[in-house]
């Protein structure tokens, strides 16, 4: 089972790297000023932590190995992305004052790219950890 300091790091670095890069990028694909997807970026992730620590101490709670396959990987950051979408899509809605199907939209294409972004980092940080850990043992 994964510590809370290690969740919290895990939750800082993915939300952290994820808006460096979904801030530009978004701003750029739906013509909305960086700066308000950028408020509206961290709000989101600031939910997006607090859901992060809870979906994924429950996920390692029912899959409790950090040897996943990638269908367990799927399940892990698809779960995520639905939670999240479902919490915030009246929220893009209201803040960047667009309509719910323009909203849902913008919101899609945050969890499309979070959705392969998870898939990602969540590998890479568990190898990492992995590698971290028997380094420990070995000492």
Do not use: C
Not at 50 to 62: A, E, K, Q
Not at 107 to 134: H, K, P, S, W
Request: overall charge positive; charged content about 15%.
């Amino acid at each position: 089972m994964r510590s809370w300091k290690e969740r919290v790091t895990h939750m800082v670095l993915f939300e952290v790297l994820g808006l460096a890069i979904v801030i530009p990028l978004s701003s750029v694909l739906s013509g909305h000023d960086t700066g308000a997807i950028g408020v509206m970026a961290v709000g989101l992730a600031s939910a997006a932590m607090l859901w992060n620590l809870v979906w994924n101490r429950l996920f390692d709670i029912w899959v409790p190995t950090r040897r996943r396959s990638l269908a367990q990987r799927i399940a892990q950051a698809l779960g995520f992305e639905l939670g999240l979408l479902i919490a915030t899509l009246p929220v893009v809605a209201w803040w960047l004052e667009i309509g719910l199907v323009e909203a849902f939209w913008l919101d899609l294409g945050f969890m499309l790219f979070f959705l392969a972004y998870a898939l990602v980092f969540n590998t890479a940080f568990d190898r990492v950890m992995r590698r971290r850990l028997a380094r420990q043992e070995a000492a």
